[in-house]
């Protein structure tokens, strides 16, 4: 089991961020994800910065820690055969250590560019014909592909991976599960009731990989926030407490998120999130996705007021404790 430390492109500056993926590296973490927005969900104590620069970045400033996108959504302003080409180049500076995790998107990311933003089922059907052309283009080949929605023609990775590059796909339910054991590489899913994940999530997702003869990856997430107390959660949560608002499905201004979150109550915005006093509690918060998801990648999302002494209270107290735990 390997450990990952989340870098929100949403809260922090990217130059902050490379930092933070340097610590994560020296702390112990096995891998650094990077989230992929165009737009925060706030205005006021944000950050967007382009993950696929700072993914360049970390990979010559790091070098073991497996480094990811959590996710990138290859369907609108992204054309997935240009993904194929980023996720190649990361994967060559870094020396083949690249997960490419994608998802199906948010308005908030899309529409400001002018891009549409259907409903989830013409939004899976594009999923599959994007990762049909990444898996593809990740082959080798020279694909000439005319679907419903993406066209290409000869189309090639002349700087190809370094080597195989996977591709997760986030899911939240059992039909996006399925799909993604069908036509991903492997699955994403943010955890909030283990049971109710590895009942609804994991396991339509295992079965569809099995049927189609494809190995399991899972790479289980949780948001949580470390403060002592609630005016102090509230605070480290800052830059992501429009993520809870109502209407984020549909929002394309940061500012109408950052107002709505602000009118409602922030005790039921906190109670939508693990909150975490101290080490041992983040111990209590993560110990569910090792024992009981039994996740192969767990990713620690963790929103607190000083990122980088929270990296190294992870490195020395939480991650031993949690390693004890894979036996």
């Known amino acids: 089991m390997k450990f990952a430390w989340l870098c929100s492109h949403e809260s922090y500056q990217p130059e902050d961020l490379v930092e933070q993926a340097v610590a994560a590296e020296r702390a112990g973490f096995d891998a650094v994800l990077g989230s992929d927005h165009f ?10 910065g382009f993950v696929w620069s700072w993914l360049g970045a970390v990979a010559v400033k790091t070098s073991d820690v497996l480094l990811g996108t959590a996710v990138t959504c290859p369907l609108f302003h992204y054309h997935p055969a240009l993904v194929a080409q980023m996720a190649a180049t990361t994967d060559r500076l870094s020396g083949g250590r690249l997960l490419l995790g994608v ?13 549409p933003f259907p409903g989830y089922g013409e939004r899976q059907a594009r999923m599959q014909e994007a990762l049909e052309i990444m898996h593809r283009m990740f082959a080798g080949e020279k694909v000439t592909f005319h679907g419903e929605y993406y066209t290409t023609e000869t189309a090639k990775l002349y700087s ?37 994940t590895v009942a609804k999530v994991i396991a339509p997702y295992r079965k569809a990989a099995s049927e189609a003869g494809k ?18 959660a509230w605070q480290a949560l800052s830059s992501m407490r429009g993520l809870r608002a109502p209407g984020r499905l549909e ?34 918060a993560y110990r569910p996705l090792v024992t009981d998801v039994g996740a192969d990648i767990v990713s620690i999302q963790v929103m607190s007021e000083d990122p980088m002494a929270t990296i190294e209270v992870i490195g020395k107290e939480v991650l031993p404790e949690l390693r004890k735990l894979t036996g």
């Open 39 to 48: 737009h925060p969900w706030v205005d006021d104590t944000s950050a967007a």
């Open 103 to 115: 998802g199906t998107g948010e308005a908030l990311n899309e529409r400001p560019m002018g891009f």
């Open 160 to 196: 190809p991976p370094a080597g195989a590059v996977p591709v997760l796909m986030a899911a939240g339910g059992p039909k996006s599960a399925a799909f993604a054991g069908t036509h991903a590489d492997g699955l994403i899913t943010s955890v909030k009731d283990p049971a109710d």
């Open 215 to 232: 190995e399991h990856l899972v790479l289980a997430t949780r948001w949580t926030v470390l403060a002592d107390g609630p005016d102090r």
């Open 251 to 284: 929002a394309t201004d940061p500012m109408e998120l950052r107002i709505k979150a602000d009118e409602m109550d922030r005790a039921e915005v906190l109670a939508s999130y693990t909150v975490a006093a101290d080490a041992q509690g983040l111990i209590d």
